[in-house]
C-alpha cells in the first residue's frame, strides 16, 4: 500500500539506518557495497536535503579489451590498430561523463519526488482517539 505512493514506477527501494562515525565516516552495509561491485570510490550528490551516493564508473581495461577486440575483427593491425584505438579511446572518457550526467539527473528527479513513508506512518497532524 505505502509502496504504491512512494514508488510509482516500482523500483525496489530499501531504506537502511547507518551510523556516522565521530569522523564523519559511514560503513557501506556489504549487501549495497557487493550489488554495485563498488571499490574505493563513491559520486556524492546533495539535492533536495539528501545525499544520494552513486558508483564511480570506473574505465577499466574491459573497455580497452572490448575495443581491441572490435577493431581487430575489423581488421585493423600494426600502426593502424593503434592509431585506431587510440582515437576511439579519447570518446570513452567522454561517453562515460554523458552516461554519468544523465544519471545524475535521474537521481535529482528521484530526491525531488522523493517521499518518505514514515512521514505518512507518523504524521502528527492526526489527533488519537
Known sequence: MYANKINKVNIPIEKRRISISSKRQITIPAKYYEAL?????????????????????????AFSEEILADLI??????????TE????????????????????????????NYVDITDELFDDDETED
Open 73 to 82: 575483427q575489423q581488421g585493423y593491425s600494426g600502426d593502424a590498430l593503434l
Open 85 to 112: 584505438f587510440k582515437k576511439i579511446s579519447r570518446k570513452v572518457r567522454p561517453a562515460v561523463e554523458k552516461l554519468i550526467e544523465e544519471a545524475d539527473k535521474i537521481a535529482e528527479a528521484a530526491s525531488t
Open 37 to 61: 561491485k563498488l571499490d574505493k570510490e563513491l559520486d556524492c550528490i546533495y539535492s533536495n536535503n539528501m545525499i544520494i551516493l552513486t558508483p564511480v564508473a570506473n574505465e577499466d581495461s
